[in-house]
């Protein structure tokens, strides 16, 4: 539906049907509405109008009078093209518009809109940190081929970067292992998380980063699933593991409390979007079907 604002997709084409496809070159003979995913630092662009909360889509973004840096066309979703753009600092925002943290959006924008600003956000990340070579200091240029920058003096190539990180559900019988981090809003536990480091396996990550953050040994770790994490440029890839040994004993650097909770004295969680909710709710899920048993 057309708005002041631009266009939006409405909930109803948001099912299981909904495609996204990644592209480097715009399309050609697209005429209509595009996705606009707009970027203040690390604040998206949305709608605070009677379309509260979706993203800005119109045929051109200069229709919004932003001063915007740079753009970037990555791919299509149902057909509908879509740009990541990157808005010069202190510009304010279009009548009915604001920018906010893609965290706080996290449970208001529709779950493809989240994943689609996630990869917006990525790239005008890595673009804006990239304009030069780390080489030799010459201005990059963008390719057109493909998503990568080029050094026309030494030609070094510069690709997005990607930083794996591992999180762990650590199961012992019918409780789990939760900790709270100094980064966490109030009251919030979440599972082990941390970098994988150079030298090591997703799995020895695994092991050693439960082990440096809780003291505990764990055992039998196993693939969850992968979640893209645009925190700058994480992939969160997920395990479970059962308890081996130990006692809890923190790293005070990194968390502030941790402890082992039963699935009827959960503490706050962190977001359904997220990973690592999606372990703690698996695990809920399959505690409540044993206890049927």
Request: negative net charge; proline residues 6%.
């Amino acid at each position: 539906m057309r708005t002041a604002g631009g266009c939006l997709l409405d909930g109803s084409m948001m099912n299981q049907n909904s495609e996204f496809t990644p592209g480097i070159e715009p399309p050609r003979q697209h005429s209509g509405p595009a996705l606009w995913f707009a970027f203040q630092g690390d604040r998206l662009l949305v709608n605070h109008g009677p379309t509260s909360d979706k993203i800005p889509c119109t045929e051109d973004f200069a229709d919004l009078s932003l001063k915007t840096l740079r753009q970037h066309y990555f791919g299509q979703f149902q057909g509908q093209p879509c740009f990541a753009v990157e808005v010069a600092e202190g510009v304010d925002p279009p009548p009915s518009m604001g920018f906010e943290g893609l965290r706080a959006l996290f449970d208001r924008l529709d779950k493809h809109m989240v994943d689609l600003a996630g990869f917006a956000f990525q790239i005008v990340e890595w673009d804006r940190t990239h304009q030069f070579c780390g080489h030799c200091g010459t201005p990059t240029e963008t390719q057109s081929n493909e998503r990568a920058k080029a050094c026309p003096n030494c030609g070094m190539l510069l690709f997005p970067r990607l930083s794996p990180a591992v999180i762990v559900l650590v199961e012992r019988g019918r409780e789990l292992l939760l900790a709270r981090s100094r980064r966490f809003q109030p009251g919030m536990y979440s599972v082990i998380a941390g970098f994988v480091e150079l030298g090591e396996t997703l799995e020895e990550a695994v092991v050693r980063e439960v082990q440096e953050e809780t003291g505990v040994s764990v055992k039998d770790v196993r693939y969850f699933g992968s979640q893209q994490w645009p925190f700058p440029h994480s992939l969160m890839v997920g395990f479970t593991a059962k308890y081996a040994s130990g006692e809890i004993t923190i790293d005070e650097e990194e968390i502030e409390d941790a402890g082992w909770y039963k699935v009827d004295n959960l503490p706050e969680l962190p977001t359904k979007v997220s990973i690592a909710r999606k372990m703690i709710d698996w695990f809920v899920s399959k505690q409540t079907e044993s206890s049927k048993d």
